[in-house]
């Protein structure tokens, strides 16, 4: 079973602080995805890593993806209480068509 | 901009009943998808839908549940006969294609059995 582990599941931080969220497996994972979700909506793709050690950015938000593919992090800078919610790491696990989700990361950025 | 759309928001069933929950992918999407998510709890893969059969699908996805895609629009996933623990939000979600892997998701179904 392909278990994506998310760290930490709550944080809560200052506006203007920094912060990173990690995603980890021990399995390699064709590609990985993060998406936000609000309550009672469904996720919403923010982006998509493919290639090991890729790096992309969204605005103040960094995604990077493990040069092995077994892991992911999220980097928010100078965090703005509209980045509260719940940012969740989901995973392709190799050859198969199914998304396997973390069990999310609770942010919480207090003006 | 292209989006999953889920009716209805919210269903309410008793016990044993039949429910269809029902989606429209986005318009040029092939691959078709439903998860749930147990309050609190991570979202889950029910089952993937291409070239109407079902590609893969996971332990939850049991003989009471099935997919369908009537038309060219819709996609239904029917739980035949309800139990208390199919009570969660059921998200649809579409791509473009295998290759692309980007999963759009819907707003999702609150499915509350009594």
């Known amino acids: 079973t392909q278990l994506l582990e998310q760290s930490p599941q709550f944080l809560s931080i200052q506006e203007g602080e920094n912060l990173t969220v990690y995603c980890n497996s021990s399995s390699v994972f064709s590609s990985l995805q993060w998406y936000r979700q609000e309550p009672g909506e469904g996720p919403v793709l923010l982006v998509t890593v493919v290639t090991g050690g890729e790096v992309k950015k969204l605005k103040r938000l960094t995604f990077q993806f493990g040069d092995a593919r077994k892991d992911s992090s999220l980097h928010i800078t100078a965090a703005q209480p509209g980045d509260t919610g719940l940012y969740l790491c989901?995973?392709?696990?190799?050859?198969?068509?199914?998304?396997?989700f973390g069990q999310g990361t609770r942010l919480t950025i207090n003006p | 901009e292209p989006e999953v759309t889920q009716t209805p928001s919210h269903q309410v069933t008793q016990m044993g009943q039949e429910v269809i929950l029902r989606c429209v992918p986005i318009s040029n999407h092939l691959y078709f998808y439903w998860y749930r998510q147990i309050l609190g709890q991570k979202v889950e893969f029910l089952v993937s839908?291409?070239?109407?059969?079902?590609?893969?699908k996971s332990e939850i996805f049991d003989d009471q549940f099935s997919v369908e895609r009537p038309d060219g629009s819709n996609f239904t996933l029917k739980i035949r006969s309800t139990k208390l623990e199919d009570s969660a939000m059921y998200f649809c979600a579409s791509s473009l294609s295998r290759v692309s892997n980007e999963q759009y998701f819907g707003p999702g179904t609150r499915l509350t059995v009594t």
């Open positions: 989901a995973g392709f696990p190799q050859g198969a068509q199914k998304l396997v």
């Open positions: 839908f291409y070239n109407n059969e079902i590609s893969e």
